[in-house]
């Protein structure tokens, strides 16, 4: 059978959605067991490609560097050194070794060596990434059940109103670090604690072995996640809440709230207050740009699925947008998965769904832009799309992966605040 080729696919492999996880966890040191590109390659690539956020300063990871003796012999020996070489320089709350697909296909039992480690008392745990076995959402979830098994503490009681926050993958997700920080800052506000894990002044190792005292496992995405989500629950008796997608806007924020509010038997009274103080503050600016819902622009968007669900449900039901389109870039090959993403797409309060089609190659992405062109005015995508929205006479906005062309730091699209972003960058671009 021949293998299906891609032109400019939207993501690394299962090796960069692993580091790009582990590297977000602040106090984790990576090794890899690879060749010598593979690390600086998947790293830089993803982390450059989602808003420039750490090209310089993450990718310089120890390496086992596998060449022409360790692919005949293998490269077991060579990974020992390694470690004990990382050990000695680097100091890390946690060591993980990710595996990548020269160790896969040669079959080195790299989990052996880790083992050896942890017998000595050291934090270390394993993740098996070959690239060929996946995307960077499959190297997400591969981290997440290493992480689980392994450094997850049992917890003979749980916390109340602790949640743990999952599905919203470092640099896939342009702006996680500001969506899980304005998530946290939302849940606090209705007096529920959140670990998110991920981002800069977190620590991160401390609230993954915490997670176990959580009262509830929140994911935003319907499909991604779903080994760690059985696993959670098989090991520590947690539920889970599993959304669409996180919230963006006051429509689909205030629902989130009172449905964490009450699955979590949350005091209302509290929860209300909090919703109408934020609602009151966001209000406040839309009264004052009231005449920009009347711009109506007839949209396509190109992305990631939990993206598109969350951008569309606010451009559609909280700021009069017109849904015309959706392409959908992530590897899904589930039919259930399918199904389940297109019926949340379609998920708006207007009388015509938008189409809802499932692509990654980019030529045949341009090529369905074409033939919809007559039906678009504006075109949310990635900055491959920009060309596509230009030869095809639509308003532009960069705002999915990848992306190299603006700076993403703390920016943040969830909740009521990250509604503002939005509604700025689809009016300043062109």
């Known amino acids: 059978m021949a293998g299906q080729y ?19 966890i602040s106090g984790t040191v990576p090794i890899f067991h ?50 004990e070489g990382t050990l000695e320089v680097f100091d890390g709350d946690l060591y993980a070794v990710i595996s990548g697909c020269a160790a896969g296909i040669i079959g080195d039992d790299s989990q052996s ?9 050291v934090p270390i745990v394993y993740v098996d990434a070959s690239g060929f076995k996946g995307d960077v959402y499959s190297g997400y979830n591969a ?20 949640v743990n926050i999952f599905g919203i993958v470092p640099t896939q997700d342009l702006y996680w670090h500001g969506n899980l920080r304005e998530i946290k800052r939302l849940l606090a506000g209705i007096g529920v ?21 959580a009262s509830l496992n929140i994911f935003f995405s319907s499909w991604v996640g779903r080994g760690a989500e059985e696993l959670l629950r098989n090991k520590f008796g947690q539920e889970t809440l599993r959304l669409d997608s996180y919230p963006i806007g006051p429509t689909e924020t205030t629902k989130f709230l009172r449905e964490v509010s009450s699955v979590l038997g949350i005091d209302s009274k509290r929860a209300e207050s909090f919703i109408e103080s934020e609602e009151s503050y966001i209000y406040d600016f839309y009264s004052g740009i009231a005449q920009l819902s009347s711009i ?35 590897k899904v090959d589930d039919p259930a998965d399918r199904e389940a993403i297109t019926a949340a797409i379609q998920k708006l309060e207007y009388w015509k769904k938008p189409d809802v089609l499932y692509e990654r190659d980019q030529w045949n992405i341009a090529k369905i832009i074409s033939e919809y062109s007559d039906d678009l005015t504006q075109l949310y995508g990635s900055q491959l799309d920009r060309l596509i929205a230009r030869e095809n006479k639509l308003g532009f906005v960069n705002h999915t992966f990848p992306n190299s062309e603006k700076l993403v730091l703390d920016k943040s699209y969830a909740g009521y605040k990250g509604s503002l972003s939005i509604i700025e960058d689809a009016m300043n671009n062109k």
Request: include cysteine.
């Open 193 to 213: 604690d959140a670990n998110i894990f991920f981002g800069n002044g977190i620590d991160g190792v401390r609230e993954l072995r915490n997670a176990a005292s």
């Open 34 to 83: 690879t060749g010598p590109g593979c690390p600086m390659m998947t790293s830089l690539g993803q982390a450059a490609h989602g808003g420039i956020k750490g090209t310089a300063g993450r990718i310089g990871a120890p390496c086992s560097v596998m060449l022409e003796k360790e692919i005949v012999f293998g490269g077991l020996d060579r990974l020992r050194e390694t470690i």
């Open 143 to 162: 981290t997440l059940l290493s992480l689980i098994k392994s450094e997850v503490e049992p917890r003979s009681e749980k916390t109340p109103n602790l």
């Open 113 to 121: 060596v880790v083992s050896e480690f942890k017998e000595r008392d």
């Open 6 to 24: 891609l032109e400019n696919p939207r993501g690394t492999c299962t090796l960069g959605g692993a580091a790009v996880t582990l590297n977000a």
């Open 296 to 330: 109506q622009h007839h949209i396509g968007i190109i992305g990631d699925a939990h993206t598109i669900v969350s951008t569309l449900r606010f451009l559609v039901n909280d700021f009069s947008q017109i849904p015309v389109l959706a392409i959908v870039t992530d």
